[in-house]
């Protein structure tokens, strides 16, 4: 069964530090994987990847794609307290148009 | 731009109530679906479609229903309203022939069943 893990579930640093938020997926037929950030309200999208080793980046935020482990990681460098949401990874399932997620990470950043 | 509208965006059930919690979207997405999230459960898809007739069941379709009359518009009917339905409900669309597989969500409804 297609299946998004992400992992830690939860993490909580203090500002100006960098973390490093995973995700691994098992999907057939794999096209896609995709970030989004979730405050109070609806998530927001980040990024999304196809291809292995080709880095996205937004400001402080990147994301790499490794299709042959079948994961993803998203850095956050020098956070600050804006930074403090859920992060959720989804990817296509395989042969059909849904989105799959993994239940998120929750990040908490304090001054 | 409105983007994907959500109404109402609280609303409190009674169990056994039904009621229609409404999506609709401009940006001429071709899919639309509907996804409820739970503390420790992430985002779970509850039906969704891929076109204005075309719906199909997500992995917790039980007690609700859907149809696809327009483009724009994806209704989601709670049929009977049971305490294990309260959440908070995102409407999410996108575009299938454009090669991103990026969804917009509306600002969700949070629900109450008591």
């Known amino acids: 069964e297609d299946k998004v893990v992400q992992s830690p579930l939860s993490l909580v640093v203090h500002e100006g530090d960098t973390v490093t938020l995973n995700c691994s997926y098992e999907?057939?037929?794999?096209?896609?994987l995709l970030w989004y950030k979730q405050e109070k309200k609806a998530p927001t999208f980040l990024f999304m990847l196809?291809?292995?080793?080709i880095e996205k980046k937004s400001g402080r935020l990147s994301s790499i794609l490794d299709k042959k482990e079948l994961f993803s990681i998203l850095n956050i460098t020098a956070t600050q307290t804006g930074d403090s949401a859920v992060y959720l990874c989804?990817?296509?399932?395989?042969?059909?148009?849904?989105?799959?997620f993994g239940k998120g990470t929750k990040l908490t950043v304090n001054p | 731009n409105a983007g994907v509208t959500q109404t109402p965006k609280f609303q409190v059930l009674k169990t056994g109530q039904s009621m229609t919690l409404q999506c609709a979207q401009d940006?001429?997405?071709?899919?639309m679906s509907w996804y409820r999230q739970d503390p420790g459960m992430g985002l779970r898809l509850i039906h969704y479609?891929?076109?204005?007739?075309?719906?199909d069941q997500g992995e917790v379709p039980n007690g609700y229903n859907v149809s696809r009359s327009t483009t724009e518009d994806f209704p989601l009917r709670l049929l009977s309203a049971a305490p294990s339905q309260t959440s908070v409900y995102f409407c999410?669309?996108?575009?299938?022939?454009?090669?991103?597989?990026?969804?917009?969500f509306g600002q969700g409804t949070r629900l109450t069943v008591v």
């Open positions: 999410a669309s996108r575009f299938l022939t454009t090669g991103t597989d990026e969804a917009f």
């Open positions: 999907v057939t037929n794999f096209r896609s």
């Open positions: 196809t291809s292995s080793g």
């Open positions: 989804a990817v296509p399932k395989g042969g059909s148009e849904k989105l799959v």
């Open positions: 940006m001429n997405h071709e899919y």
């Open positions: 479609s891929v076109g204005a007739g075309i719906t």
